[in-house]
């Protein structure tokens, strides 16, 4: 089974508008990523979060985690039109962590 | 530069037979990954391989076989037995911090 499973499962906004997706995980965590892929492309690491960190930033992303309620948010600020892609967490658990993935998010970001 | 290369980029496979995608990293990643993605959905694990000389299946293995005879290497035969092989093959490897995958390029394996 998989740890991590976004929504929602597609989001369509305007440029300039911020976007916001959410992961669910099952399991105690080490640390939570969230990956991009642009279509026909592989997955690209976008920003890690340590289990004992609540918010993390990078340039117009913004990481929460709430391990209390085994779930993080991805928020894009000011969307672009090449923030297009389908984004993915992956959760580990420790041990023996085999990665797997759910559907994503599906973004498309009008201009 | 170090990374992960897949290839061949597309590949085509006439019915019966048995094609070979390629994955080579230069990462030192002990962990090499296989993961089918078909459109509009998320990625399924094929096989998985935490060290040389062993690997594991993951959850549609079926039709699908691998070897992992080299650490920088983790080649993909996708047997005649598999029967809708037509899909986004993606490869990615890990180190042991468990922190970050690197994914390749990927292949898309059309059948003709």
């Known amino acids: 089974s998989q740890q991590g499973e976004e929504d929602p499962q597609a989001l369509s906004i305007q440029e300039g508008e911020n976007a916001t997706m959410n992961c669910s995980y099952k399991?105690?965590?080490?640390?939570l990523q969230w990956y991009r892929q642009n279509s026909g492309r592989g997955l690209v690491h976008l920003i890690l979060?340590?289990?004992?960190?609540r918010e993390k930033h990078s340039g117009r992303l913004r990481v929460t985690l709430d391990t209390s309620k085994k779930s993080s948010s991805l928020l894009i600020t000011a969307s672009r039109a090449a923030d297009t892609a389908s984004y993915f967490c992956?959760?580990?658990?420790?041990?023996?962590?085999?990665?797997?993935f759910g559907r994503g998010t599906s973004l498309i970001v009008h201009p | 530069d170090g990374g992960i290369t897949q290839s061949p980029k597309y590949l085509f496979r006439k019915e019966g037979q048995n094609v070979t995608l390629s994955c080579e990293q230069n990462l030192n990643h002990d962990a090499m990954y296989w993961y089918r993605q078909d459109p509009g959905q998320g990625l399924r694990l094929i096989y998985y391989s935490q060290i040389v000389n062993d690997f594991q299946k993951g959850d549609i293995a079926e039709g699908y076989s691998v070897s992992r005879e080299k650490k920088e290497s983790f080649p993909l035969t996708v047997t005649s037995a598999q029967k809708n092989p037509t899909a986004f093959y993606l490869c990615a490897s890990m180190g042991l911090s468990q922190e970050t995958q690197y994914f390749g390029p990927g292949t898309r394996l059309l059948v003709l």
């Open positions: 992956n959760a580990p658990s420790g041990g023996s962590y085999i990665p797997t």
């Open positions: 979060i340590r289990s004992n960190e």
């Open positions: 399991t105690s965590i080490n640390n």
